[in-house]
C-alpha cells in the first residue's frame, strides 16, 4: 500500500472522523445533552413519515364511503360527512351514516313518486 492510496483512503474517511471528533469534543465538554438531542430529533424525522402514513391510512378508512347514488344507482366514493355531486347524473348528495343521501335544501319537501299499474285503474 502506497503513501498515495493511504491519502485516498484518509480523505474518504475525513467526513466520518470530523463528525466523531465533533461528537467526541461535545461530550467531553459536558454538552452531551446537545447530542442527545440531536439523536432524538434524526429519530423523530425517520418515525415522522411512518406514523403519518400510518396514521391517514386509520383516518381513510373510518371516513372514507363507498355507496350508490340514490337517484342513478351509480356506485363511487366519498368522504364522510361532506357534500358532493354524483358524477353520472350531478344529484347534488350528503354522505352521512356512511351512506349517500340526496341533499335538500331546508324547507323543500322530497317526494318519492310511486308508479301505479294500469290494472289497477281499470278495476
Known sequence: MSFKSFQLNLLNL????????????LASLGLGWLVKSLVIIVGLLFLAPIVAFFG??????????????????????GLNN???????????????????QRF??????????????????ED
Do not use: M
Not at 475525513?14 to 469534543?25: G, K, Y
Not at 391517514?56 to 366514493?77: G, I, K, M
Open 14 to 25: 475525513r467526513p466520518w472522523l470530523t463528525l466523531l471528533a465533533v461528537i467526541w469534543l
Open 56 to 77: 391517514f391510512r386509520w383516518w381513510l378508512q373510518r371516513n372514507l364511503v363507498a355507496d350508490q347514488c340514490p337517484v342513478c344507482r351509480y356506485e363511487f366514493t
Open 82 to 100: 361532506s357534500q358532493l355531486q354524483c358524477p353520472n347524473c350531478g344529484e347534488s348528495l350528503l354522505v352521512q351514516d356512511s351512506h349517500f
Open 104 to 121: 335538500t335544501p331546508e324547507g323543500t319537501i322530497d317526494v318519492k313518486a310511486v308508479e301505479v299499474p294500469a290494472k289497477s285503474l
